[in-house]
């Protein structure tokens, strides 16, 4: 099976200096020969989430509310990768920064491309076990968040039930719960 080609590359739109959101119209070839002349391209950096298990198998979670999410919603800690970093290395930068905690175990549960059709950058998921706290928070996140230390049951709940309202968050801890069960 052949792949969709991008054939030539049009600027719509760049929201500041560019880093967080260009959208482009992509002139894109069909292996069947069609061509798509105006088909929407959304680019944001890359980001990862870690679900992080303290040693005593608490999961670290946060209770916050963002833009485009009605109410409150769950998350776990998550960040941009900055340019030139690696992704692990950025789940452990955003981990320490935004809990206070550094995990002994990483696992890393795959890159996933946020929209198939239109990109929108790629999510890095990852598990850290073996939390402890280190240090104070030192986040730099615009909206107000409560750090919360779950058992597996009340996070198991919180999924099923919808708490995490933002679609990689959700996916993250599904995976890290499946992996959990799993041995490395």
């Known amino acids: 099976m052949e792949t969709l080609r991008t054939l030539s590359r049009r600027p719509l739109l760049t929201v500041g200096d560019g880093r967080f959101l260009v959208v482009e119209s992509h002139t894109v070839a069909f292996p069947d020969g069609r061509i798509v002349e105006d088909w929407g391209w959304v680019i944001t950096p890359d980001f990862i989430n870690v679900v992080a298990v303290t040693a005593e198998e608490r999961f670290l979670c946060f209770r916050q509310p963002k833009y485009a999410v009605a109410g409150l919603s769950l998350s776990v800690t998550g960040g ?105």
Not at 90 to 105: D, I, K
Not at 116 to 136: D, E, I
């Open 80 to 184: 941009y990768i900055e340019a030139g970093e690696d992704p692990l290395a950025a789940a452990q930068r955003e981990l320490l920064e935004e809990t206070g905690y550094h995990a002994e175990t990483w696992r890393a549960l795959g890159s996933y491309v946020v929209d198939g059709n239109r990109g929108v950058g790629a999510a890095y998921f990852f598990l850290a076990t073996g939390a402890r706290w280190q240090q104070p928070i030192d986040a730099d996140d615009l909206e107000e968040q409560a750090l919360l230390l779950l058992n597996r049951s009340e996070v198991e709940a919180a999924l099923l039930a919808g708490e995490f309202k933002v679609l990689p968050w959700a996916a993250n801890v599904a995976l890290a719960l499946l992996a959990l069960d799993q041995p490395l």
